[in-house]
């Protein structure tokens, strides 16, 4: 059974991320900060390296590398091993909220709601859609050609990337009635989780062509009960679709089976203080999280 606690800093992490084969796990802190965990034959072993100015919103592992978005209005490619940053994206007077790759195509969303397309062979943005209120998340879908979007703003917008030119989205979804605060997609199954402020979720299914990405609006239900209060969570799910997590206030970890409609478990994963961010490891088995109390926890679930 894994159970690892580990204290990273006196500072509060905020966003978290596994590498692709699990064995290396990365933690954002709000002044920068970057702590790398390598695990070697059941050991651990934590570096820390400052790769930014300002809180490290989001990161994600591709392959060899890690992608951050921070608020410092910059998105870094940043290699572990050379422990060397091969590349810096400006977004100029932007806040990075959100970065999301797909073959040689990165996608980075802006506090003010511009998301802007780059090609990772060249050095300038080659696009930009604008939104006129705060980005949260991008994500792409499978297609390569197609991604969805969210901010504050009750819908989820639709792109196509062959028309960015056009400053256009292919249609906009409606499902919530207030802003939408975090998303998440699978892309085994093109189903997409979304959250708003008032802990509605909502779940969408994604049918793609060749012209043209359809989307149908599946279900939405409000996963926790009343006495728990409204808050700014981030909604993960796993690699399947079938189990999505959210952290709560009081350093809980909240699991829910989409199918069954209902929480299936709930664990004490920080001791005190806001779960920041969740991760699922590659095996669906176990998760990651960091919050306010500087932590980062690693358990089967």
Known sequence: MVNIRMYLCDEELISCSFSCDGKVTACGG????????????????????????????????????????????????WNPETSQIL????????????IDLINNLIITAGNRGTLKLWDQR??????????????????????????????????????????????????????HRTSIYSSSLSNYDFSLFSIDFNNLVCRWIFELSKNLAKCYFLKSEKIFPKALKPSFYKITCDSLGKIFAQGGLNGSVYFKNQKKGKIIQKIKSHSWGRVNDVKFHPSNRIFGSCGEDGFLNIKEF
């Open 30 to 77: 709000v002044t920068g900060n970057f702590f790398l965990t390598v695990n070697r034959f059941h050991s651990f072993k934590t570096k820390i390296f400052k790769i930014h100015e300002g809180p490290i919103n989001r990161i994600f592992f591709d392959k060899k590398n890690f992608y951050t978005a921070s608020s410092d209005k910059t998105c870094r490619i």
């Open 87 to 98: 590349r810096t994206l400006n977004l100029n007077n932007e806040k990075a909220t959100y």
């Open 122 to 175: 060249i050095q300038c943005p080659i696009g930009n859609f604008f939104h006129g209120f705060p980005i949260l998340n991008s994500n792409f879908l499978k297609s390569g050609h197609t991604f969805v979007s969210c901010g504050i703003s009750p819908n989820l917008f639709l792109w196509d990337i062959r028309n960015y030119k056009k400053y256009c989205s292919v249609f906009s979804l409606v499902g």
